[in-house]
């Protein structure tokens, strides 16, 4: 069974980067599929933030592109997000998930928990 | 980027309906559709991919369908276990978006 796991800081200060970290089991990263940043601001609905390969190509959403970075660490199994210059608009549930499909073009068929993150001096 | 647009915003239901809910895309994405089910202070759980394929261990009461810019999800014989809101997501290109959500409600 794949399980996706979020960890990072659940309070970020305005203008500060926003880093989380997503530890992966029950399948190795470097075996294939996407792997992606999704976020909810509470009450909200879905935004896609990024995809990454275990290859390393990345997609980001235009949106956030200026803002964001997708990295994967295969010796590791986990892949992170940082987002920077966050402000009280990046306040959201954050979740990491597996994507499947092609050319960043994917379904997600497993999701972690989420993790809270709020963005307050 | 091509926006989704879900029908209805919320609706309520008995146990044992026939329960539809309606997807849109602004431009055409083939079957590129997916479906969503959320539980409140729940992540996301897969239902169906490409617009009418059942993920493995979703109950067969729901169904997709659909192609190009319209679909639907159909649950047969609503559950109480199956209030909750669901998104539909189009996977044709990126950005990768949602639909707004359709909340479900039990009687």
């Known amino acids: 069974q794949v399980h996706l796991l979020e960890s990072g800081p659940g309070l970020v200060k305005p203008s500060e980067t926003l880093s989380l970290t997503c530890n992966v089991s029950?399948?190795?990263?470097?075996?294939?599929?996407?792997w992606v940043w999704i976020r909810q601001p509470l009450g909200q609905g879905l935004e896609w933030i990024g995809s990454i390969y275990h290859s390393g190509s990345a997609y980001y959403n235009p949106s956030l592109k200026s803002r964001v970075t997708v990295s994967v660490d295969t010796s590791k199994n986990q892949f992170s997000l940082k987002l920077s210059s966050v402000t009280a608009a990046d306040t959201a549930m954050f979740y990491c998930a597996r994507g499947r499909g092609t050319s960043g073009t994917t379904w997600f068929d497993y999701w972690g928990q989420g993790t809270l993150v709020t963005v307050s001096s | 980027d091509i926006q989704m647009t879900q029908s209805p915003f919320s609706l309520s239901a008995s146990v044992g309906d026939r329960v539809t809910i309606t997807c849109r895309a602004s431009?055409?994405?083939?079957?590129?559709l997916n479906w969503y089910q959320q539980k409140p202070g729940k992540a996301p759980k897969f239902l169906i991919y490409t617009a009418s394929s059942l993920q493995s261990g979703v109950p067969s009461r729901f169904s997709g369908s659909g192609s190009g810019t319209d679909f639907t999800l159909t649950i047969r014989s609503l559950q109480p276990e199956d209030f909750g809101t669901y998104y539909c997501q189009q996977s044709y290109s990126t950005p990768i978006t949602f639909g707004q959500g359709t909340r479900l409600e039990i009687k």
């Open positions: 029950g399948y190795s990263i470097s075996s294939g599929y996407y």
């Open positions: 431009q055409s994405i083939n079957n590129y």
